[in-house]
């Protein structure tokens, strides 16, 4: 059978889907995986040994250009569509599978193609802020705020019906039309479908009942990493106390100078060396000093056992990987689903959430203080052991097994 996995996003949508390509595959599964053409997204998938099947511009590159204007949002939202529209109906089959997670336009596109096809298709939720309940509130597009006095969650997601098909409605409908679809009325409620699929672990992120629709929660989708360490950077590891790590994945932080600052001086100010995670922001090292060392793409399942404590943007990826390696984390979340990452880590102590995307040396230092207080480091070695391993596994053998 062929399964195709389609995404546009960052690294943090494009990882998980080379987890579960690795498990299928295990299964006998002939796969596909429709993505950005960034170079490292490519190289992730090739470790699994999948092939990329690139579509769109690259996300790198579109995030740290310019913001786009509110007017250019339809637009980019019909390419999207297209695009993924005419890359997985070119790629899936009939009897196969299309299992799609990103941007939802992306979606949108992919779940339009194996409709046409007439191929199965699971729609992905990589954190649960895409899926109704009224135990989480929905995320708020800038350009289309909820009105200040709704405060019930339940309220909030009726209003999100209309939110995104204000948003994204005629560029989604246009193409369905185009192609000899019908025209979806609620156009979330469409791409989603009845039954989404949630692969986040259950005990970062318990999915509640009761919600109005059945939600398949198979755990987290890891791609194992056993790359080993840098020369390097082992090195630097050996010649002192565990450091900390500071890195905010593929955000492209304002000004990365600044950031990097008050990262350095910070840690300085818990008495612990630092480690900096390059990026998309590029941090950079400081000023030359010993207890400081830069890294660029790493073995993070290799690296976060090794260190005092995590410094993250709290995207969900970043969050299981430090989760798993049982040590404090501090989130200085930035957009989307990141304050609901912060959130959790904090409810479940195993870290701290900083207060603002933008922290000062006090601030941070701050939290840091706190999340490397025994106590936390504790539970965060406690909850390690409590992590769900197999949900690349479980999603595996679920898609085969109703396939077969």
């Known amino acids: ?41 490519a190289a992730r998938l090739a470790e699994a040994g999948v092939d990329l ?18 007017g250019d949002l339809p637009k980019r939202a019909a390419r999207l569509v297209e695009q993924f529209y005419e890359a997985v109906l070119a790629t ?7 299992v799609a997670t990103g941007l939802f336009p992306a979606v949108a596109g992919a779940r339009a193609a194996a409709e046409k096809l007439g191929a199965r298709f699971v729609c992905v ?13 929905p995320f708020e597009y800038p ?28 560029p989604v409908n246009t ?16 791409v989603l479908t009845d039954r989404p699929w949630l692969a986040t672990d259950p005990t970062l992120d318990p999915w509640r009942l009761p919600t109005d629709r059945e939600v398949v929660q198979t755990g987290a989708w890891i791609l194992p990493d056993d790359r ?7 090195a630097f590891l050996a010649a002192g106390e565990a450091p900390v790590y500071v890195g905010f994945g593929s955000m492209p932080l304002r000004d990365a100078a600044d950031a990097a600052r008050v990262a350095v001086d910070a840690v300085r100010a818990q008495g612990r060396r630092v480690l900096l995670g390059r990026g998309w922001a590029r941090l950079a090292e400081v000023d030359g000093a010993d207890d400081c060392f830069t890294v660029g793409e790493v073995n993070q399942q290799a690296l976060f056992p090794r260190v005092a404590a995590v410094v993250h943007h709290g995207g969900a990826g970043t969050t299981t990987t430090a989760a798993r390696a049982g040590v404090p984390q501090v989130l200085v979340p930035q957009i989307v689903d990141q304050p609901y990452w912060a959130s959790r880590v904090a409810e479940l102590g195993i870290g701290v959430a900083h207060d603002g995307p933008v922290p000062t040396v006090d601030t941070l230092s701050t ?8 106590a936390v480091g504790e539970r965060a070695a406690a909850t390690a052991g409590e992590l769900r391993t197999d949900g690349a596994a479980v999603a595996a053998k679920l898609l085969m097994d109703v396939a077969g």
């Not at 099947?53 to 509110?70: D, K, Y």
């Not at 350009?143 to 005629?170: C, H, K, R, S």
């Not at 080993?228 to 082992?234: D, F, R, S, V």
């Open 1 to 41: 059978m062929r399964v195709v996995l389609s995404t546009y996003g960052s690294r943090g949508d494009v990882e998980p889907l080379a987890g579960l390509a690795l498990r299928l595959r295990e299964l006998g599964a002939e796969v596909k995986v429709c993505a950005p053409p960034d170079e490292e997204f």
């Open 53 to 70: 099947v690139p579509v769109g511009e690259s996300v790198r590159a579109l995030v740290s250009g310019p913001p786009p204007a509110p």
């Open 92 to 98: 899936a089959e009939a009897d196969g599978a299309v």
């Open 125 to 137: 939720a990589l954190q649960p802020l895409m899926l109704p309940s009224p135990h989480h509130r």
């Open 143 to 170: 350009m289309q705020p909820y009105p200040a006095e709704v405060t019930d969650n339940q309220e909030l997601w009726d209003l999100n019906i209309g939110t995104m098909n204000a948003l994204f409605g005629e």
């Open 175 to 190: 193409h369905r039309t185009a192609v000899g679809l019908p025209m979806a009325e609620n156009v979330r409620d469409h």
């Open 228 to 234: 080993p360490l840098p020369a390097e950077l082992e």
């Open 367 to 374: 939290a840091l203080a706190r999340a490397l207080a025994p």
